[in-house]
């Protein structure tokens, strides 16, 4: 739903307090309402009546409810700042009605939402009139669709071929900038599309915006059309920011960057990474327009607005089924969020003769993709157990088509996010999927709760093999007792030590894995180490060669690296990176197993948690016997001596770098410090010696106040790399 534009709710508000607020409630959409009543529709629409036009009489009555409910949805999205539906749902509810009022004009009335752009101006903001209106899109989700809509431009204006300009539709706010004689004197939100809210102040915080047009010729007044956004990484670190000062975190790019905007305090939003993009115009004076849409946006650039690189002309319907399925193609690796692409006839001449609908113009369309979220059933919960034991909640689901794909499973990540979200077995819920990323419930719509809902219960024992389910103090996971006694905790593992980042055994895969398990031929990762060919070639979809196959790649595996050896035996925190630092440092195996809490905690990337994980790992006879039974089944690889001593005028130092630099990119100062013999760490403990903090420094610098550790800023990191300053 391109033109609705979230915006965060306030702390502790709930989609529930704006339909009282505005007192809607679904009684009010009820067809046993007054309102709605035969009486009430025989007297608005007389030519109808449920006998002699029963089928006009049934459209007013669901026209009247959808009227009411999109209301409602309007209402909670753009003056309480808290939607309750997805876009995809918002959409099907205003299609029907666009339907409904198309076969039946009689029952279009001046306030239904197709004859005006929905929103409404915050308390608080001063309203502006759009000199042009900000007509929002027609949307298009088919082939079919987008190609209808070249046919009818193409018939209107009596061409074959038309040429169109495309672009993203970004996932943002929409604004208006105007510009009086190359001066930003003024910003508004596009609101309902006629009047919106003046956020000039906000708006002149945004860096990539210029105070002033830069160009010879500039027009007398210009009002520059476009969408404030949020890029993904700095959506990330926001919400990174959010956590340290132990504020709410943002929802998506989208919320933050529209909240961002409709702040009364420009110091807010002057904290808050927005990036803006043109595409449109409004009035013009004082300088003749441009031909053609894309020159428009070439023009912007020589005047140094911004405007998004993933743009181009092209011809035809072929042309722009080409561009949307680019884009699908790029969309997530893109640096910002968007929902679909806009097609617009090129020449503004077309435009123009082409006009416009009550809302839209006819001469654009915005084609979107796949919903990436959509409302579904969750029918239960059941709980999933992985490789070090966690015990994870997952939804099952009536399958629902989104993003793409169906779905019928998602993830509750915790028992604490269940309770959180107040999601309960029964509920109506929001199922959100991006690309590769797992599904996940967002919400819950608690206004469709049925009466037998019921909450879930984290079982106390392991599903899989009956072992006692703890969760331990100060964790948010609860984990299986078992471990390799667990089948499902001994198919991860296994499955992690043949990972090609770990001991890299081609053909392990998961169904083979799930084989060895079930039939009890391999119990710990060194039983891999013990099978011969008749008893691979005995597993279903093996012949001789597939299982000579594997075979060679299990002897091979035993020739492997530390680091990989490392990695492979799956410690609870140590990734692949941390792995390789363990093996620099300690060089043998077993001087790592000897390593004591401090000293692992002078190793980079290490700290309190992970060397209490790599003790605690160490610690259990049973993984030291596993350790055993692999080298004498020959796993092997090259050792080296410990390296004792460290070099540089911070040899040995503990650091932690926290916030923005002005002048070095966190890597590059990482970089530096190592090269004078730091250890850079990542968290803080009274083994650090120093805490150098940039801008938006948060929880780290507290935590280095709180323990009386030295703090430095960036002037105070360049005299320790210059020995200007020692540490303790």
């Known amino acids: 739903m391109a033109e609705r534009g979230g915006f965060e709710p306030p702390t502790g508000y709930s989609p529930v307090h704006a339909f009282q607020a505005c007192d809607l409630d679904r009684s009010s959409i009820s067809p046993t309402n007054k309102k709605y009543s035969s009486i009430a529709l025989k007297t608005r629409f007389p030519m109808a009546s449920t006998t002699s036009e029963p089928a006009l009489y049934l459209a007013a009555t669901r026209a009247a409810q959808l009227r009411a409910e999109i209301e409602r949805h309007n209402t909670a999205y753009y003056v309480f700042d808290a939607p309750e539906i997805p876009d995809a749902e918002y959409d099907k509810l205003y299609s029907e009605l666009v339907a409904i009022e198309t076969q039946y004009p009689a029952l279009i009335t001046p306030d239904s939402p197709t004859q005006r752009v929905s929103g409404a101006v915050a308390e608080g903001f001063k309203p502006v009139i759009h000199a042009v209106p900000m007509l929002s899109l027609n949307n298009g989700f088919t082939d079919q669709e987008v190609n209808a809509f070249d046919q009818r431009g193409a018939q209107i204006l009596n061409k074959t071929v038309l040429e169109y300009a495309c672009e993203l539709k970004f996932d943002g706010l929409a604004v208006s900038m105007r510009y009086i004689d190359g001066v930003l004197i003024q910003a508004a939100t596009r609101g309902d599309g006629a009047r919106g809210e003046e956020v000039t102040a906000n708006i002149r915080t945004i860096r990539s915006i210029p105070l002033r047009l830069r160009c010879k010729h500039i027009p007398r007044l210009i009002d520059v059309r476009g969408e404030v956004v949020i890029l993904k990484r700095d959506f990330e670190r926001l919400n990174q920011r959010q956590r340290a000062a132990g504020q709410r975190e943002f929802a998506n790019p989208r919320n933050a960057a529209a909240g961002s905007v409709r702040q009364l305090d420009s110091n807010v939003t002057a904290q808050r990474p927005l990036s803006f993009f043109a595409y449109g115009i409004g009035a013009l004076e004082g300088f003749n327009m441009p031909l053609t849409h894309h020159a428009l946006l070439d023009w912007y650039l020589e005047l140094g607005i911004p405007v998004c690189a993933q743009r181009a002309v092209v011809q035809g319907v072929e042309g722009l089924l080409n561009f949307f399925q680019s884009i699908k193609a790029q969309r997530d690796t893109l ?394």
Not at 652 to 673: D, F, I, W
Request: with cysteine; proline share 4%; net charge positive.
């Open 335 to 728: 640096p910002y969020e968007i929902d679909g692409v806009v097609y617009k006839l090129n020449r503004l001449e077309d435009q123009a003769r082409l006009g416009f609908v009550a809302r839209a113009p006819r001469f654009a369309l915005a084609h979107k993709f796949p919903a990436q979220e959509a409302l579904t059933t969750l029918i239960a919960i059941d709980v999933n157990v992985g490789r070090t034991g966690a015990a994870t909640p997952v939804a099952r689901l009536e399958p629902v088509f989104v993003g793409g794909a169906t779905v019928a499973h998602a993830t509750l990540h915790n028992e604490d996010e269940i309770r959180r979200k107040d999601i309960q077995i029964g509920d109506t819920v929001t199922v959100r999927r991006a690309g590769d990323v797992i599904p996940e419930v967002v919400n819950v719509l608690i206004t469709r709760r049925p009466a037998d809902a019921r909450r879930f219960e984290m079982p106390t024992h392991c599903p899989v093999c009956g072992s006692e389910i703890k969760r331990l103090p100060g964790e948010a996971v609860a984990r299986c007792t078992g471990e390799l006694v667990c089948a499902a905790q001994r198919k991860q593992a296994l499955w992690h030590f043949a990972h090609r980042r770990a001991l890299d055994i081609d053909g392990l895969g998961e169904k083979v894995i799930e084989q060895l398990v079930e039939r009890h031929l391999v119990h710990t990762p060194a039983d891999l180490f013990t099978l011969d060919l008749a008893t691979l070639a005995a597993l279903k979809r093996f012949a001789d060669k597939s299982a000579q196959n594997l075979l060679d790649a299990i002897n091979r595996a035993k020739r492997t690296t530390l680091a990989r050896f490392i990695y492979a035996l799956g410690i609870r925190h140590v990734g692949e990176s941390t792995a390789a630092h363990l093996a620099r440092h300690f060089g043998a195996l077993d001087t790592l197993m000897r390593a004591t809490h401090d000293e692992l905690l002078s190793v980079d990337e290490v700290g309190p948690v992970i060397a209490a994980s790599i003790r605690q790992f160490f610690a259990q006879p049973r993984h030291i016997e596993v350790i055993k039974q692999l080298r004498a089944a020959g796993v092997d690889w090259p050792e080296h001596a410990r390296v004792l001593k460290d070099i540089g005028p911070l040899a040995g130092k503990r650091v932690v770098l926290t916030g923005t630099l002005s002048t070095l990119t966190r890597e590059q100062a990482k970089e530096k410090l190592k090269a004078a013999g730091a250890k850079v760490s990542v968290s803080v403990s009274k083994k650090t010696a120093c805490v150098i903090a940039g801008a938006d420094a948060g929880k780290k610098r507290a935590q280095a106040k709180m323990l009386g550790l030295l703090v430095l800023d960036e002037e105070g990191l360049y005299k320790l790399l210059n020995g200007q300053l020692k540490l303790p």
